[in-house]
């Protein structure tokens, strides 16, 4: 990583340099990972705030990360339909300069993550995780429509904008998937043990310990990773590392039947008993939801999480 990650508390007053017309002042910290910083940054050109998402590279790592970011912009510029709402918008990507560093970037739209959200405010109510599971959700019917797994769903890949929408980020490990080859022994194998551990479902990890892989059905694993992400809206899972339990049994989960029920089967263990996503949109905790009349209280309750994590 770059001199600007190893000082990232004195980001604010850098610019980072692109292309002569298109320039980007960094106002703060989002987030860092293992391959990028994620900067809360003002494109000087449009004076939008937007989200920068930014890989400084070694010459010895250089060609694996320049890699990894024209998959994520080929991700979201061609594979997936630029106007599906539900996908977080890319608004530019490319190559600068930040200090002498060079870097790649992608910049989107600024939202705050549901991790975050979750880590303040505590969990949701059922009434309110609807507003933002619909929309995920419609996402994901999205990429499935178009054959793509998206293999890392979980709270901080889910982004609430401001408008009240809500919608997936992060395509760093999507992939396209044949359906007809679905449940085929060796056509998965390359398809397997991606995401983040906490998220991914047992026939995932279990692929991983096995000499011979067995291959599963990948969208359905993706379905279960969406499955933990509504149970973990209800009690605000704090860390991606906890160990914890996914049954739904505890006392303090106060949730609707239809909820519940929902919940476990997707994140059951046998995959081919778990929806497609485009199966679970037809849920009636989806289609004749008694949650829609709320919508109000859930734009309140988005203000009040801009407001105080802002
Ligand atoms: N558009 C965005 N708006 C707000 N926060 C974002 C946005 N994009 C990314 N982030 C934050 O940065 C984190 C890392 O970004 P992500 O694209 O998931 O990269 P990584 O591949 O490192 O996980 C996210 O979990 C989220 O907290
Ligand atoms: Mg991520």
Request: aromatic content about 10%; overall charge neutral.
């Amino acid at each position: 990583m770059g001199n600007l990650c190893r000082k990232s508390k004195q980001t604010s007053n850098l610019v980072v340099k692109v292309e002569k017309d298109l320039r980007f002042e960094i106002l703060s910290d989002i987030s860092s990972g293992y391959t990028y910083t994620v900067f809360k940054a003002r494109d000087l050109t449009s004076n939008e705030i937007v989200a920068l998402k930014i890989v400084f590279f070694k010459p010895e790592s250089k060609e694996q990360k320049e890699l990894s970011v024209a998959w994520e912009v080929a991700m979201y510029s061609t594979s997936i339909n630029p106007h599906c709402p539900h996908i977080t918008p890319m608004l530019s990507h490319g190559v600068g300069t930040v200090q002498n560093d060079k870097i790649l970037f992608i910049s989107l739209k600024l939202g705050i993550s549901l991790q975050t959200v979750l880590n303040k405010l505590g969990g949701m109510p059922e009434s309110l995780i609807y507003f933002v599971a619909k929309d995920i959700l419609l996402g994901l019917v999205e990429l499935a429509r178009q054959n793509l797994i998206h293999r890392d769903i979980k709270l901080s890949n889910c982004i609430l904008l401001n408008n009240g929408a809500s919608s997936l980020i992060d395509f760093n490990l999507a992939w396209e998937f044949d359906k007809t080859k679905r449940n085929d022994k060796t056509y998965n194998e390359d398809l397997h043990a991606q995401g983040s551990k906490g998220w991914r479902s047992k026939e995932d990890m279990n692929n991983d310990k096995t000499e011979e892989k067995k291959g599963y059905d990948v969208e359905r694993a993706d379905v279960c990773s969406f499955g933990k992400v509504l149970v973990c809206c209800l009690f605000a899972k704090k860390s991606e590392r906890n160990q914890l339990s996914w049954g739904l049994d505890e006392k303090a989960l106060t949730c609707s039947d239809t909820f519940r029920v929902m919940a476990e089967t997707l994140i059951q263990e046998n995959p081919d008993k778990r929806p497609t996503f485009e199966e679970l949109l037809n849920f009636d905790w989806f289609q004749n939801s008694p949650f829609e009349v709320n919508r109000e209280k859930y734009v309140t309750y988005l203000k009040n999480a801009y407001e105080t994590l802002s």
